[in-house]
């Protein structure tokens, strides 16, 4: 069967732009979501990203000693001591960031759901046609590999007569060793003194076909 690695994150990490497949791939309507979804993702970033600035604990000192030297300025013009405007604008604009993060990832959210629901409706519309899909795509895989092996064992018949020429042995089997297609077995211990040779046929078709379950 065909390998997939355990996939642990939640419904939001198979839509982002990593996990799904390329948005060609997908219906019209369901790969604009996953667009709008990008983008409201990097404006999350950019909005986090302000929200995270505002925070620093420097610009209130800043903002404290601007308000501080207008007092002083005014107090020493006599005139009035002028209210605080430094801070309080601070003050604003951080909540205004928090706000702007917020609605950004409400839409996000927003989106996410339709986009995961439509997903949901065009995984239901091909239950039906899938298992009709795969047989179909197993028996033109299976033809195709059984073309390739035609082909080799051909080239392999026609080397083992060159073989016999040389030393009377006429092998025309088209084999070779587990390793040869898959050599990482060597790491475990595996290679062509420990293990039989396997029909190069059956290896084509037994991996072409295995990926489709």
Do not use: C
């Amino acid at each position: 069967m065909r390998y997939i690695p355990q996939i642990t994150g939640g419904y939001a990490d198979a839509l982002r732009g990593t996990n799904r497949p390329p948005l060609e791939l997908l219906p019209a309507d369901l790969a604009k979501l996953l667009r709008t979804l990008d983008d409201f993702a990097e404006k999350i970033s950019a909005a986090q990203m302000e929200v995270n600035t505002l925070a620093d604990d420097t610009l209130d000192d800043a903002a404290r000693r601007e308000d501080a030297d207008a007092a002083a300025r005014a107090a020493r013009a006599g005139k009035p001591i002028p209210a605080p405007v430094a801070l309080p604008k601070l003050q604003a604009r951080r909540e205004q960031a928090a706000r702007n993060l917020a609605a950004q990832r409400d839409a996000y959210q927003a989106v996410s759901d339709e986009a995961m629901e439509l997903r949901g409706q065009y995984w239901t519309a091909r239950i039906d046609s899938i298992d009709e899909a795969t047989a179909k795509a197993r028996a033109e895989i299976e033809a195709k590999a059984a073309d390739l092996a035609d082909t080799i064992e051909a080239h392999v018949r026609d080397r083992a007569v060159f073989d016999w020429l040389a030393n009377g042995s006429y092998i025309p089997t088209a084999q070779t060793w587990p390793v040869d297609a898959i050599p990482d077995l060597e790491r475990i211990g595996i290679g062509r003194r420990n293990s039989n040779p396997i029909p190069v046929r059956d290896i084509i078709t037994a991996a072409a076909v295995a990926t489709l379950d």
